[in-house]
């Protein structure tokens, strides 16, 4: 059993900078493509960004290009999001999700990932 536990979320003011984190405990990391997502207040979630299992490949929501960063760190089984230049309209609940079916691609459909975490709140003051 996959267990994904985020940290890292809290309040900072427009133009400060968080890192997110996400601990895969159960598996190894290797063994999974990683994606965030994002569910602002009454709206539906959405996709943030991806990293592929050899950290090679990673694709970014517009909206974030040039400000967030995934990586990952096989070793110490955890995967990151820093958020830097935040906006009020980053405002969300951030949740980390493993894929385990994808060897070298990654993918943006939340149908493709099989665990998720509980999620961060993320709130970005004006």
């Known amino acids: 059993q996959v267990q994904l536990v985020e940290s890292g979320g809290g309040l900072v003011q427009a133009g400060g900078s968080l890192r997110l984190s996400c601990a895969v405990c159960?598996?190894?990391?290797?063994?999974?493509?990683m994606g965030w997502f994002r569910q602002a207040p009454g709206k539906e979630r959405e996709f943030v960004a991806a990293?592929?299992?050899?950290?090679?490949?990673?694709r970014y929501v517009d909206s974030v290009k040039g400000r967030f960063t995934i990586s990952r760190d096989n070793a110490k089984n955890t995967v990151y999001l820093q958020m830097n230049s935040l906006k009020p309209e980053d405002t969300a609940v951030y949740y980390c999700?493993?894929?385990?079916?994808?060897?070298?691609?990654?993918?943006?459909?939340?149908?493709?990932?099989?665990?998720w975490g509980r999620g961060t709140q993320v709130t970005v003051s004006s």
């Open positions: 999700a493993a894929d385990s079916d994808t060897y070298y691609s990654i993918y943006e459909a939340e149908s493709r990932y099989d665990y």
């Open positions: 159960g598996r190894t990391l290797r063994n999974y493509a």
């Open positions: 990293i592929s299992r050899s950290g090679g490949d990673t």
